[in-house]
């Protein structure tokens, strides 16, 4: 079976440079080396180190190869689609914060509040 041949022993599933360099440059971005993190940065970090985590786990499970470019592939559209979803409910709280909008994102302590 596919499984069998993927899973033989011997099989490379080493990471290797440029397999996962997109995460990175993203944990770079997340931990600031010496800086403080901005209020941003706390808002992303969860949820991208938790889909980072994924990637990384299913990447190493993977051999080498035209499926692992396709992970790859997948896991960065899943991160830049999350990553527009968190920087939009990030906007919002602050126009809820500076009352702008009237009620905030449906988000985390918020998602219950009915204004």
């Known amino acids: 079976?596919?499984?069998?041949?993927a899973n033989k022993p011997g099989t490379d599933r080493r990471v290797t440079a440029g397999d996962l360099d997109y995460l990175v440059d993203i944990t770079r971005h997340l931990i600031p080396g010496g800086k403080d993190a901005s209020?941003?940065?706390?808002?992303?970090r969860g949820s991208?180190?938790?889909?980072?985590?994924?990637i990384n786990y299913f990447a190493v499970r993977v051999p080498k190869g035209e499926k692992r470019t396709a992970l790859s592939r997948i896991g960065r559209e899943e991160i830049a689609e999350q990553i527009e979803k968190v920087a939009s409910?990030?906007?919002w709280f602050y126009d809820y914060m500076d009352k702008v909008v009237?009620?905030?994102?449906p988000?985390?302590?918020?998602?219950?509040?009915?204004n």
């Open 1 to 5: 079976s596919e499984y069998k041949a």
């Open 39 to 44: 209020t941003e940065v706390h808002f992303f």
């Open 48 to 54: 991208m180190f938790m889909m980072m985590t994924a």
């Open 89 to 91: 409910f990030i906007l």
């Open 102 to 105: 009237d009620n905030p994102p």
């Open 107 to 114: 988000v985390g302590a918020y998602k219950d509040i009915v």
